[in-house]
């Protein structure tokens, strides 16, 4: 099967780019100069429309994708990956688009996301309050990866007295503001920080979508339940690793957990397909959520063997190892819904009785 000419394109940058400097990355954080790179080779924009300079790839190239630069180096993952789905929103929002949202379309501005905390209310969440010609935005924000590279966020925010989300652009300025720091030991390079919104006036062009906090909930269950491309890129580059590793008995971990983990992720993307094929929302949910929770217990045992194996210098700040194990240890709270943690913390217990997907991460 031929691949295409910009996947080719991602995938040599990221071996060229990515991977050698990922350890620096993760020191030092993702920087300005980086995202210029990533807008070069069009990642900023090529899910946008033909006329804002878009690729039109399919489902398969955008997993792959992420596949390629997730395994490369995540904190750079992490940042574009707040960015990216944001496109194709944008691009679904009727009527005329304001001149940041095109400038957003066109690669020219890095958008942050803060939509997560919908997933907390009403225990925590940004507050919407209706104001003339728009909105005023409060609260904080948990996550925002990306901090001091992006112009804009969109954020999720819940008018609570009629459950409505109203998603929208909110530009970096006056009332927007980081919180205290946020003192993280994985994906330490992703410039992930807190941020508080101060009464923000948001105009009603800035904004994308207002639904029901239960249709939001629904679409979450995709964005939420599936295992999808980065956790199969991090297990790519670990299995790889392994692999390449003189040990007879640590390349027999590569080749006994390879074919797992292709399993998985031939599982995981037809599960995926078929759901959105039938309108998304929980069909099959069980099985969906039992494959990201099979491919979560494996990058753990994979990025534990990964470090069994250095031994000692796999500790090291120099060594990918530690690295990779603690990006693993980051995936198995982003993207937590409710849902997720319950199958998850099920599994552990023994108690979910999936023996079927979820027992090929045994």
């Not at 101060?198 to 009603?204: K, S, T």
């Not at 339940?225 to 692999?243: I, N, S, Y």
Request: net charge neutral.
């Amino acid at each position: 099967m031929s691949v295409h000419p910009f996947i080719r394109t991602v995938d040599e940058y990221a071996e060229r780019v990515l991977r050698p400097t990922a350890l620096r990355t993760d020191r030092e954080g993702v920087t300005a100069a980086r995202i210029g790179e990533l807008r070069e080779i069009g990642l900023l924009n090529h899910p946008a429309p033909v006329e804002y300079g878009g690729l039109a790839l399919g489902p398969a190239a955008e997993r792959r994708i992420h596949e390629i630069i997730a395994g490369a180096c995540f904190n750079t993952w992490l940042v574009w990956a707040q960015h990216v789905p944001l496109i194709g929103r944008l691009a679904r929002t009727a009527g005329p688009l304001p001149a940041l949202a095109r400038r957003v379309l066109t690669g020219q501005v890095l958008l942050g996301a803060g939509v997560s905390d919908v997933r907390s209310f009403p225990r925590r969440y940004i507050e919407a309050t209706r104001t003339a010609g728009g909105w005023i935005f409060t609260g904080t924000i948990s996550w925002v990866s990306g901090w001091g590279l992006n112009e804009a966020l969109a954020v999720a925010a819940v008018e609570k007295d009629t459950e409505t989300v109203v998603t929208a652009l909110v530009e970096i300025g006056a009332g927007v503001r980081a919180g205290a720091p946020l003192d993280l030991a994985a994906v330490t390079g992703s410039r992930t920080e807190r941020v508080m919104l101060d009464e923000v006036v948001v105009p009603d062009e800035h904004v994308l979508s207002r639904q029901t906090l239960e249709k939001t909930r629904f679409d979450d269950l995709a964005t939420a339940g599936d295992a999808r491309g980065h956790h199969f890129g991090l297990a790519a580059t670990v299995l790889r690793e392994l692999a390449e590793t003189p040990d007879p008995e640590v390349r027999a971990v590569a080749r006994a957990w390879g074919p797992r983990v292709s399993g998985l992720r031939e599982s995981a993307y037809a599960l995926a397909d078929e759901a959105a094929a039938v309108g998304g929302g929980p069909h099959r949910l069980d099985e969906r959520l039992a494959t990201k929770v099979a491919i979560l217990s494996a990058l753990t045992t994979l990025t534990r063997a990964l470090v069994v194996a250095r031994a000692g210098r796999g500790l090291t700040g120099q060594d990918t190892a530690q690295l990779h194990a603690r990006s693993a240890l980051f995936l198995l709270v982003q993207g937590q819904s409710a849902d997720v943690r319950r199958a998850h913390l099920a599994h552990l217990a023994g108690l979910d009785g999936l023996a079927g997907l979820a027992g090929l991460a045994e």
